[in-house]
């Protein structure tokens, strides 16, 4: 798994949806960890904003969130992480698939 994206309370909510897009676009699936209500509130509301970002592709996201200890500064804290993966995406033009989604010359317009 790529790198974890580590969201805090003051988060923009729209960079960290970037982030978690880009990294899905580029790897199929991010790890997203926050500390603390608030830096999970950001969290939750920016895989929610990726998830619409992603959407407009055709590519559909779930996360699954877990309890993590993680250790900050010799201390042993409780995160939750949430690992969002790719759970379907909607065929394309390149996959045999034309616009009107019966595939390739079933349009029905006239063929020469």
């Known amino acids: 798994m790529p790198d974890i994206i580590k969201v805090s309370a003051t988060s923009l909510t729209t960079a960290v949806a970037g982030a978690i897009a880009g990294v899905i676009r580029d790897h199929g699936e991010a790890a997203v ?63 045999g698939i034309d616009d009107d989604g019966e595939g390739e010359g079933t349009g029905g317009g006239i063929s020469s």
């Open 33 to 95: 960890q926050a500390i603390g209500a608030s830096a999970v509130n950001q969290a939750v509301k920016a895989i929610a904003i990726a998830r619409s970002y992603l959407d407009e592709e055709g590519v559909v996201i779930m996360c699954m969130p877990q309890f993590v200890e993680v250790d900050i500064d010799g201390q042993e804290r409780t995160a939750i992480r949430f690992d969002v993966t790719i759970a379907s995406r909607a065929p394309r033009a390149a996959d």
